[in-house]
């Protein structure tokens, strides 16, 4: 099996990247022309932060995953642990091209956060201890610049082993332990970003006078359930390509498990966020769902549609399609489900941010562009997968919870 | 309910057992169960016994409840006593989610709970026959059923040569019966030597 310890890079599979990478740079050129230029580029700059924002936080949910399951001293994902290893590489290109698009987005003149210039705006005054502009750009590069760095961390503890097998238990009980310190300041880091500040300053600062605490969590549910539909979706071509050889059924229903639940637990968020809200009385803090629900006199907000069919295919679809044991042991049900479930979170994501900057109509030339850009990033990511497992052994044989991997039953 | 003619024996070793069971199954003799004190991976798909329903039960269950739940809230919140309740219109459909939620839970958990009880013979006031009572502290325990041709002599040398011990024949009731664990009772019908085809 030695020819199949790496994943040589088909032909295809090349094509299509560089093709979807095209797609993606033609996109960003075209709507520069289109929605860039001129007093009012938000709309522009909207769809650029939707997408490096999204797939910079589904990569960087790999990651998470990884980090998560070393803390809970998990064993049954070592089998096919290198599949997410190689997807949080992508967080390189993505993260660079994140960084670069909210540095131009704060110090052009967009007038995309209107929290830069608050004018005696009382409510903008108050937040801007926390709001500005220098805080903003130092904690965005901050953050992509340690979770390269300790992503990269991680995936070198886990690939030092491949060519050196530790020699006795002990050496491997310190071994794990060195995971799990890396792996909990990953954590930590990853607590104080996604699953708080970050989404707070790149997204819900649009609407600078609302704000929900659900909203980094809902952030986090959305992207971590893309996460494991991506990895998903990675794990199964490598399987149909005859890679991955200890991963089986078993591991692919834990996956789908992941899948299954994150997907009710951000139904949990979503609903939440609406509930307390209208079931405290606030009125003030209606303003983020005027566009969305619906307007005065009870007509439906121009984004409605968009966001009940969010409901609708991150929860319901998920709920009833994946709850049946066989659905999540199957190769066809999971790879749809998967792409239903990337979909789903890139529209929800989508209505996020252009319910707020555009609430009055949905721009659909705009909605067919960020699709366009979307699958650039699809491209970098396919790109950066297929690279980095070209490099790297495709099963960490050394780790010292292989073995429980490959004797998984569910 | 019937008394029938049991052959048991007792296994040490989890892969002794496995490769028991496996044995048994080829020469074809009837498997009634496999009593162990904790579970076992992997040893339902050994002794070929079918997926449980019983997720099928809490999903009816479930079902039921937010039927049960939606139904009765809107219809007394709109039909039977309307409350106006902080200016919010009548039929508050999100104050009402969590509510249907605690609900659907509620009943999918009890029916789930009290269906695993009747499908495993489990009650307060009941009582079963139990072959061998160290089933539940450290040995597994293999019961064959017999039929009006089985040789019960060749099966227990069978089993003893598939690594079983303390092998013995016991008359048993398959089912349960009204009664308590600290007194000792009588059968309902207390037959030796009945064997039902």
Same mark, same amino acid.
């Given at each position: ?22 797609? %993606? ?13 001129? *007093? ?25 995953? $990884? ?6 001293? %998990? ?43 608050? /004018?005696? /705006? ?25 979770? $390269? ?11 030092? #082993?491949?060519?050196?097998? #530790?020699?006795?238990? *002990? ?34 600062? +649009? ?26 979706? &990675? ?9 991955? *050889?200890?991963?089986?059924? *078993?591991?692919?229903? /834990? $996956? ?7 997907? +009710? ?7 939440? =966020? ?21 307007? =005065?006199?009870? /007509? ?10 969010? &409901?609708? @295919? ?36 989508? =209505?996020?941010?252009?319910?707020? +900057? ?13 699709? %366009?850009?979307?699958?650039? &990033?699809?491209? @970098? ?30 | ?197």
């Amino acid at each position: 099996m030695a020819s199949r310890e790496f994943f040589e890079i088909p032909k295809r599979y090349k094509t299509w990247s560089a093709g979807l990478i095209g797609v %993606g740079a033609l996109s960003v050129i075209i709507a520069y022309i289109a929605y860039g230029r001129g *007093e009012h580029p938000q709309l522009f700059w909207g769809a650029l932060l939707q997408n490096s924002a999204f797939f910079l936080l589904v990569v960087n949910a790999s990651m998470f995953f $990884i980090c998560a399951t070393t803390l809970a001293m %998990g064993g049954w994902q070592m089998s096919f642990r290198r599949v997410p290893e190689a997807i949080s590489t992508a967080v390189v290109p993505i993260g660079i091209i994140t960084a670069v698009v909210c540095l131009l987005i704060v110090l052009l003149p967009t007038h995309f956060y209107h929290w830069q210039h608050p /004018d005696g /705006d009382k409510i903008l005054e108050f937040k801007k201890g926390f709001l500005n502009t220098p805080f903003y750009i130092t904690f965005t590069l901050l953050t992509i610049v340690l979770w $390269i760095v300790l992503g990269r961390k991680m995936r070198a503890l886990s690939q030092e #082993l491949d060519n050196n097998p #530790l020699p006795n238990a *002990e050496a491997g009980r310190k071994y794990i332990f060195k995971n799990t310190v890396w792996a909990s300041v990953f954590i930590a880091w990853f607590g104080l970003t996604t699953m708080s500040t970050l989404p707070w300053f790149w997204l819900m600062s +649009i609407d600078a006078h609302w704000y929900s605490t659900m909203y980094s969590w809902y952030t986090f549910a959305s992207t971590f359930v893309s996460g494991m539909a991506l990895i998903a979706l &990675f794990v199964i071509y490598m399987k149909n390509k005859g890679y991955l *050889e200890y991963t089986n059924n *078993e591991h692919l229903h /834990d $996956i789908g498990k992941f899948m299954f639940a994150f997907s +009710i637990f951000w139904t949990y968020l979503w609903f939440s =966020q609406y509930m307390l809200i209208w079931y405290a009385n606030i009125p003030e803090e209606t303003v983020y769902f005027k566009s969305r629900i619906s307007a =005065q006199g009870h /007509d439906s907000g121009p984004y409605s549609g968009i966001f009940w069919l969010s &409901f609708v @295919i991150n929860f319901l679809a998920p709920l009833l399609l994946l709850m049946r044991r066989g659905a999540k042991r199957n190769y066809a049900s999971m790879v749809f489900m998967a792409v239903v479930i990337i979909f789903g979170h890139w529209l929800d994501f989508y =209505q996020m941010i252009f319910a707020s +900057i555009d609430p009055t109509h949905v721009n659909k030339g705009m909605f067919v562009l960020s699709l %366009g850009i979307a699958a650039g &990033f699809i491209g @970098i990511i396919m790109n950066s997968v297929g690279n980095a497992m070209s490099k790297t052994p495709l099963v960490a044989k050394n780790h010292p919870f292989t073995k429980e991997s490959i004797i998984h039953h569910t | 309910m019937a008394v029938k003619k049991f052959v048991v024996a007792c296994f040490d070793e989890e892969d002794v057992l496995f490769k028991a069971v496996k044995q048994v199954r080829k020469a074809g003799y009837k498997l009634h169960d496999v009593y162990t004190p904790m579970p076992i991976h992997g040893l339902d798909t050994a002794m070929g016994l079918r997926d449980t329903s019983l997720h099928t039960a809490g999903f009816v269950y479930g079902i039921t409840g937010t039927t049960i739940a939606l139904s009765s809230i809107s219809w007394i919140f709109t039909k039977d006593w309307p409350l106006n309740i902080g200016g919010k219109p009548h039929l508050a459909l999100p104050a009402w989610i969590p509510i249907t939620f605690e609900f659907t839970v509620l009943m999918a958990a009890v029916g789930m709970v009290l269906t695993f009880c009747y499908l495993c013979q489990l009650a307060p006031f009941v009582k079963k026959h139990h072959f061998h009572l160290r089933a539940t502290d450290d040995k597994f325990v293999m019961v064959i059923e017999c039929n009006g041709k089985t040789n019960d002599a060749e099966v227990s040398s069978f089993l003893s040569a598939a690594g079983g011990t303390e092998v013995n024949i016991q008359h048993a009731e398959t089912g349960w019966w009204l009664g308590t664990y600290d007194k000792e009772q009588k059968l309902i019908a207390d037959k030796t030597e009945t064997v039902t085809a």
